[in-house]
Nanobody
């Protein structure tokens, strides 16, 4: 049974930081393409950052220079370090594992407001 469990969301003031984690089980984590997405109610899910099994990372233009995606294959865990948070970063953040099929976590809420 595949499980992706996100954690680390919460409320933060503009300019603050949060670190999201996504703990994976039931998959050979190291070979999976991993990604973070976010979604605001009423909007499409937006890809935020991706990282390959070779640790090659990509970012949406809206988060470049502020967010960092990383992975720890020994811990089967994906991370998203978010600095310089803005109110427009408010969303539910999801992790995705992809190889031949896609697996999604349940999401974690991030709220940025003063």
């Amino acid at each position: 049974q595949v499980q992706l469990v996100e954690s680390g969301g919460g409320w933060v003031q503009p300019g603050g930081s949060l670190r999201l984690s996504c703990a994976a089980s039931g998959i050979s984590f190291s070979v999976y393409f991993m990604a973070w997405y976010r979604q605001v109610p009423g909007n499409q899910r937006e890809r935020v950052a991706t990282i390959t099994s070779e640790y090659i990372a990509t970012y949406a233009d809206s988060v470049k220079g502020r967010f960092t995606i990383s992975r720890d294959n020994a811990k089967n865990t994906l991370y998203l370090q978010m600095n310089g948070l803005k109110p427009e970063d408010t969303a539910v953040y999801y992790c995705k594992a992809a190889r031949f099929v896609n697996y999604w976590g349940q999401g974690t809420q991030v709220t940025v407001s003063s």
